[in-house]
């Protein structure tokens, strides 16, 4: 998934790369044991209480939720948005690998 994500940035596709990278953070959380039916911030609390993620990376990781935040009709983030929300998702990604 994340090299669609990558090819998305490259070619300026914002709405599917931001989508991607949820979507991506949601799978990994669930196969963490977090129940997908959750909303965003309540995962977060669960990663947390799982000890999966730290106070710290729950605060950062809330930036993920930019996607929930926008709903469908979104124009897209902004590309200093979506550097920092592909950052926090490869951390995730390569401390849960």
Do not use: W
């Not at 990663?47 to 709903?71: D, H, K, W, Y």
């Amino acid at each position: 998934m994340t090299g669609s994500i990558y090819t998305a940035l490259d070619h300026d596709l914002t709405v599917l790369a931001a989508t991607g990278m949820r979507t991506t953070f949601d799978r990994a959380s669930e196969l963490l044991g977090i129940d997908p039916g959750k909303p965003f911030a309540k995962k977060l609390d669960d990663l947390v209480l799982a000890g999966q993620i730290g106070t710290t990376e729950r605060n950062t990781s809330q930036f993920l939720s930019t996607p929930e935040r926008r709903g469908a009709s979104s124009m897209g983030a902004e590309q200093t948005e979506l550097d920092t929300m592909m950052a926090i998702l490869e951390h995730f990604l390569t401390e849960h690998s």
